[in-house]
């Protein structure tokens, strides 16, 4: 079965059993204190699973436990697995860090940047240097999301309904359309979260001449073995697929946001690199250990070590964190110390962060509250899946799970 997996007693993998468990209570505590409907949480080391449980329901009114091969939506943790795939064609010589986003989608030649006015009357100044590749992977392209309410392009993009283009737009649409926007900011000066892992998808499709999908499964996900991990849901699978929630205003008591045969994946035209896959544990576990395993996993290399190293470097402009060279995203100082590579966010301070996590960390997220990182040094992998959106309603369980990880360590 896809979902099983194999535990390892902990102490073999340099763990303490009973402060491990403490991962567990925090995840089932959610549950408990009526917070999320259903969790799953797993730690690994070495690529081994130390410790993987589930708790309350993935589908509260059909009352359907979280089961070993949920299914659910990862939503941004998507980011991570088209980042890989990019840097798969930049090893390949298909393409440069330093290419041209026109070079790829042509409606970007005539992208200008937002000046000022307002949403509805926008002042633009062209573009001091074009839009390059590096900068959609470490989003300082200057491109935004509807959601973020920071900036009058963000604005622009809720009138346009940009979040209702799933069903609406094609991914090659899609870009076409963001490329009428304003950007934020100049190319390259600063982070500001965006769509540009969905911009990158559609590189990856003019480059390979294929869907984004047909790319990722032959080049990631089959020889990772992910056999879950999709756009879309098919009907003899959707009755894995978990409901989505969202928190009652006051409360943060779980209502119900989607259920499973009412889902937007069983119709999506639009392949979201940014954040449109499903998958299961046991399916981003195969990718979290490729990841911990230098880039290769059973025998068969994704990327090369030193490749996935590189991503795992912060580049944001004079090696900044996200607090110094972006915009707040959840709360001020959230990313304190954390910098951001090329598809993933990467601690590099804890000192400044005031956090309990180890320098070289490389983590996101996912709208639904879900999560991930892994640590290359220590060897080890944690991962986070519920349904609860927005991601930002208990966002710091990013951080208490690192804290909770990390002091089950007793191998330094």
């Given at each position: 079965m896809s979902g099983e997996l194999d535990l390892v007693e902990p102490s073999t993998l340099g763990l303490n059993n009973e402060r491990l468990r403490r991962v567990a209570d925090y995840a089932k505590s959610y549950v408990d204190d009526g917070f999320m409907v259903g969790t799953d949480v797993l730690v690994a080391r070495y690529g081994k699973v130390a410790l993987r449980e589930s708790f309350g329901f993935a589908?509260?009114?059909?009352?359907?436990?979280v089961g070993s091969d949920t299914i659910w939506r990862i939503f941004s943790m998507t980011k991570p697995i088209v980042s890989v795939a990019i840097m798969q064609l930049v090893e390949e010589g298909k393409l440069r860090l330093?290419?041209?986003?026109?070079?790829?989608?042509?409606?970007?030649?005539?992208?200008?940047?937002?000046?000022g006015g307002t949403a509805d009357?926008?002042?633009?100044?062209?573009?001091?240097?074009?839009?390059?590749?590096?900068?959609?992977?470490?989003?300082?392209?200057?491109?935004?999301?509807?959601?973020?309410?920071?900036?009058?392009?963000?604005?622009?993009?809720?009138?346009?309904?940009?979040?209702?283009?799933?069903e609406k737009l094609s991914l090659e649409e899609l870009t076409d359309f963001l490329a009428q926007f304003p950007l934020r900011h100049q190319p390259g000066t600063r982070w500001s979260y965006s769509m540009a892992t969905d911009v990158l998808g559609r590189v990856i499709e003019v480059i390979e001449e294929r869907?984004?999908?047909?790319?990722?499964?032959?080049?990631?996900?089959?020889p990772l073995g992910m056999v879950d991990t999709?756009?879309?849901?098919?009907?003899?699978?959707?009755?894995?697929?978990?409901?989505?929630?969202?928190?009652?205003?006051g409360t943060l008591?779980?209502?119900?946001?989607?259920?499973?045969?009412?889902?937007?994946?069983?119709?999506?035209?639009?392949?979201?690199?940014?954040?449109?896959?499903?998958?299961?544990?046991?399916?981003?576990?195969?990718?979290?250990?490729?990841?911990?395993?230098?880039?290769?996993?059973?025998?068969?290399?994704i990327l090369d070590s030193q490749t996935l190293k590189k991503m795992m470097e912060n580049h944001l402009p004079d090696k900044a964190d996200m607090t110094d060279a972006g915009d707040p995203l959840y709360y001020k100082g959230f990313f304190d110390g954390v910098g951001f590579g090329l598809g993933f966010a990467v601690v590099q301070d804890p000192v400044k962060?005031?956090?309990?996590?180890?320098?070289?960390?490389?983590?996101?997220?996912?709208?639904?509250?879900?999560?991930?990182?892994?640590?290359?040094?220590?060897?080890?992998?944690?991962?986070?899946?519920?349904?609860?959106?927005?991601?930002?309603?208990?966002?710091?369980?990013?951080?208490?799970?690192?804290?909770?990880?990390?002091?089950a360590i007793e191998e330094q």
């Open positions: 589908d509260r009114e059909a009352e359907k436990t330093q290419d041209p986003l026109s070079a790829f989608v042509s409606a970007f030649e005539k992208t200008e940047v937002f000046s009357k926008p002042e633009t100044v062209p573009v001091e240097r074009p839009i390059n590749i590096s900068d959609l992977l470490t989003h300082t392209a200057g491109l935004s999301y509807w959601f973020t309410n920071q900036h009058p392009v963000d604005e622009m993009y809720r009138k346009a309904e940009i979040d209702k283009a799933r869907s984004l999908y047909e790319a990722l499964a032959e080049r990631i996900l089959e999709s756009f879309q849901i098919s009907d003899e699978k959707i009755g894995r697929l978990a409901a989505c929630y969202m928190p009652e205003e008591s779980p209502l119900l946001l989607e259920k499973p045969e009412e889902s937007s994946y069983r119709t999506s035209r639009w392949q979201s690199g940014g954040g449109g896959l499903l998958s299961t544990m046991h399916d981003y576990n195969r990718f979290c250990s490729m990841l911990i395993n230098e880039g290769e996993l059973d025998g068969k290399r962060g005031r956090i309990q996590a180890k320098e070289g960390e490389a983590s996101w997220g996912g709208m639904a509250s879900t999560a991930f990182w892994v640590d290359p040094a220590e060897k080890i992998s944690c991962i986070f899946l519920t349904q609860l959106v927005p991601s930002g309603t208990h966002i710091k369980l990013r951080w208490d799970l690192r804290a909770l990880v990390n002091q």
